[in-house]
């Protein structure tokens, strides 16, 4: 099985910065896709950022300027660094990995627990 720990998350004041890590581990073979998803109460589970195995990026248009992904495939890790945070981006923040796990098998989504992250003064 695959595993994705997130660390990082807290409370921020407004203009403020955190940094969110994802690791993944368990039965890799290999890992395509990457990314940061989040969920605010209410709301649907929407896509942050994205980064492929090749380094190509996709940011939400919310936080185009703002957010910057990251990932080192040597460790299976995933970075966001979010800068000028609003309250507006208050929101559980979720891991996500496209996966394999042989060499026969089909990749598939596997998700971390979550991360709250709060954006208030």
């Known amino acids: 099985q695959v595993q994705l720990v997130e660390s990082g998350g807290g409370l921020v004041q407004p203009g403020g910065s955190l940094r969110l890590s994802c690791a993944a581990s368990?039965?890799?073979?290999?890992?395509?896709?990457m990314g940061w998803y989040r969920q605010a109460p209410g709301k649907q589970r929407e896509l942050v950022a994205d980064?492929?195995?090749?380094?190509?990026?996709k940011y939400a248009d919310s936080v185009v300027g703002r957010f910057t992904i990251s990932r080192d495939n040597a460790k299976n890790t995933v970075y966001l660094q979010m800068n000028s945070l609003k309250p507006e981006d208050t929101a559980v923040y979720y891991c996500?990995?496209?996966?394999?796990?042989?060499?026969?098998?089909?990749?598939?989504?596997?998700w971390g627990q979550g991360t709250q992250v709060t954006v208030s003064s």
């Open positions: 996500n990995a496209n996966a394999a796990i042989s060499m026969w098998g089909l990749p598939r989504d596997y």
């Open positions: 368990g039965s890799l073979f290999r890992i395509n896709a």
């Open positions: 980064i492929t195995s090749g380094g190509s990026t």
